[in-house]
C-alpha cells in the first residue's frame, strides 16, 4: 500500500530478501522509483507499525503537510509520555452479556442483565453491585435503576420461555421428561411475614423465617422453572401446582417427572395418575408394613446391581441392591446401634437416637425389632413408578431416578456459587424478583457449564485473568 504526499512522494513496503518488510520514502519520476530515504525493516506487525509512522511524520515534516489518505491510525505511543489509568474486565463482561443473548435474555434492560452476570463474577447486594460495576466495568447506573431490578418480576414467564427455548435449541434437550426438587432458603431475620414463614429448613434455620424454592430442571441440569413458596409449606404440596403452571404456561403436556421420595403422598401419586402423568419418585422403604418389607427381602438377590418388581398402592415398587450401598448403610447403622447402646447404658432416651425404645417400666433398651428390619433393608433402594415395563425397563427407572444429582448439584452452586442465601430482602417483589436474578444466573452458569464441560468456578477464573490495561497517552 503506498501513501502519497505532495510531489508525488510516496511511502512504499517491500518485502526483502532475509523476509523482513522495509519501509521507504520514495519519489515516482517518469515511471521510475527512486528511493529517498529508508526508514527501516520489520520483522513484525507492530515494528511495521511503528515505522509507518515515522515515515508518515518523515513526509509530514518534508511538505509541510499531512498524508490525504492515510489508511492506518497512529497505533503506538511512547511509554515514557503515557499514564496508567488502570485496568478493567471488559471481556469477562462482554463474554457473559453474549452468553445471556444465547440464553435468550438479551430483551431484558442493560441494568438486569449486568447485575445477572455480577451475580456469576462476584454476588454481593445491590447497592455492592452497582460499585462493582463501577469498579470493573466503569459501567454506572442512576438510582432509578433500583426501580427496574424489582419491576423483573413481571418477566418472569418471558425469562422462563427463554430459558425453555434455549433448551430446546442450544442444549437440544427433550421434555418427555423433567427433574423437580425444592430447597429453602432463609432470611438473616427472624420476623415473619406472610411470606417469611419459619418451617422444615434444610439449612438448619428452624429458628429464621424462610421461602420453600421449587426448580424444574433438564436431565442435563438446566433449569427452566422456579417458583416461590410459603416457608411452611409441606414440599411434598408443590410438585403437581409447579408442573401444571409450566406446562400451561408454556403451551405443553405435563411430561414424565422424577422426584425424591419427599414427593411420595397419597394425594400426590392419585393426583398424578388422575392426570395422567407419569413419575417415578423414590419409595421410602422403612415406612412399609412388615408383610411388603418381607416380600421385597424374599424376592431380591442380594447380588450388585440385583432388581426386583412388585406391586404397590402407588404403582409398580422397583427395588435395587448395591453392594457399595450396603457397605454404607451397615456402617451407619452399626454407629446408630453404638450411640443407642451408649443412652440404654446410661439411663437416657437420646432423644432422637435411633434403635431406642421406653419399656413399660420406664426404662430405656434397645428397639431390636427396628434393628431387625433395618437389617433387612441394608443395601437396598426403592423407586416407584406408574411407569409400565413395556415402555421403562426397570433399569432405566433406575437410570433416571439417578440424574437428579443435577438438581441437587443446581441448587449446590445456586447457594454457594451465587450466593443465593441468606436473603437480606424484606418486600415481597424484591424477594422474588432477587430469586429470578439468579434463576437467570443459573441459567448463563449452567449452559456453561454443560457446553464447556468446566465447572462455573474454572470458567469465572479464566475470565477473569483477561484484562484491558487504560494508557492515556
Not at 526508514?39 to 515505522?51: C, K, M, N, P, Y
Not at 454457594?416 to 443459573?442: E, G, Q, V, W, Y
Request: charged content about 25%.
Amino acid at each position: 500500500m503506498a501513501y502519497f504526499g505532495p510531489n508525488m512522494s510516496a511511502i512504499r513496503k517491500t518485502k526483502t530478501a532475509s523476509g523482513a518488510t522495509a519501509v521507504q520514502i520514495v519519489d515516482y519520476i517518469n515511471g521510475k522509483t527512486k528511493i529517498i530515504k529508508h526508514i527501516g525493516s520489520a520483522h513484525t506487525f507492530e515494528e511495521e507499525l511503528s515505522l509507518q509512522e515515522i515515515a508518515e511524520l518523515f513526509l509530514i515534516e518534508k511538505f509541510g503537510q499531512k498524508t490525504l489518505f492515510t489508511e492506518i491510525p497512529p497505533t503506538t505511543i511512547s511509554i515514557a509520555d503515557a499514564e496508567y489509568l488502570g485496568a478493567t474486565h471488559s471481556f469477562a463482561r462482554n463474554f457473559l452479556l453474549k452468553c445471556c443473548d444465547i440464553c435468550g435474555l438479551s430483551f431484558l434492560k442493560p441494568v438486569i442483565l449486568d447485575f445477572v452476570i455480577m451475580r456469576i463474577i462476584e454476588p454481593s447486594s445491590k447497592l455492592r453491585t452497582f460499585q462493582l460495576l463501577e469498579k470493573y466495568f466503569k459501567e454506572s447506573y442512576s438510582k432509578r435503576s433500583y426501580a427496574d431490578l424489582s419491576a423483573i418480576i413481571d418477566e418472569k414467564i418471558p425469562i422462563e420461555r427463554a430459558a425453555l427455548f434455549c433448551a430446546s435449541n442450544q442444549l437440544k434437550e427433550t421434555f418427555s421428561l423433567v427433574l423437580y426438587d425444592v430447597t429453602t432458603l432463609y432470611f438473616e431475620s427472624f420476623k415473619s411475614d406472610d411470606l417469611r414463614i419459619p418451617g422444615f429448613s434444610k439449612d438448619n434455620k428452624f429458628l429464621q423465617p424462610q421461602l420453600v424454592i421449587g426448580l424444574i430442571v433438564t436431565r442435563s441440569g438446566f433449569p427452566v422453572a422456579c417458583e416461590v413458596f410459603k416457608g411452611n409449606t409441606f414440599e411434598g404440596h408443590t410438585m403437581l401446582p409447579m408442573l401444571e403452571n409450566f406446562a400451561k404456561t408454556n403451551g405443553v403436556t405435563i411430561p414424565m417427572v422424577v422426584a425424591d421420595a419427599a414427593m411420595l403422598s397419597e394425594k400426590n401419586m392419585t393426583e398424578l395418575r388422575e392426570k395422567n402423568i407419569s413419575y417415578i419418585v423414590g419409595a421410602r422403604l422403612a415406612n412399609m408394613s412388615p408383610l411388603k418389607i418381607k416380600e421385597i427381602d424374599t424376592s431380591l438377590d442380594r447380588k450388585d446391581g440385583a432388581t426386583t418388581s412388585l406391586q404397590s398402592k402407588h404403582g409398580t415398587l422397583i427395588c435395587s441392591f448395591s453392594e457399595k450401598r450396603y457397605q454404607r448403610d451397615l456402617r451407619e447403622m452399626e454407629k446408630q446401634i453404638d450411640r443407642a447402646r451408649w443412652f440404654v447404658q446410661h439411663d437416657e432416651s437420646g432423644k432422637r437416637a435411633k434403635f431406642i425404645e421406653k419399656n413399660t417400666n420406664g426404662n430405656f433398651s434397645l428397639n431390636q425389632k427396628l434393628i431387625n428390619k433395618t437389617g433387612t433393608l441394608l443395601g437396598i433402594k426403592g423407586y416407584v413408578t406408574n411407569i409400565t415395563e413395556k415402555t421403562l425397563k426397570p433399569d432405566e427407572i433406575i437410570s433416571y431416578y439417578h440424574d437428579l444429582w443435577h438438581v441437587e448439584q443446581v441448587f449446590r452452586m445456586s447457594k454457594s456459587d451465587l450466593a443465593t442465601r441468606p436473603i437480606f430482602h424484606r418486600k415481597d417483589n424484591s424477594i422474588r424478583s432477587h430469586i429470578l436474578l439468579c434463576f437467570m444466573a443459573l441459567m448463563i452458569g449452567k449452559y456453561l457449564e454443560i457446553s464447556t464441560g468446566l465447572s462455573l468456578r474454572k470458567i469465572r477464573d479464566l475470565l477473569w485473568d483477561v484484562t484491558d490495561a487504560q494508557i492515556k497517552d
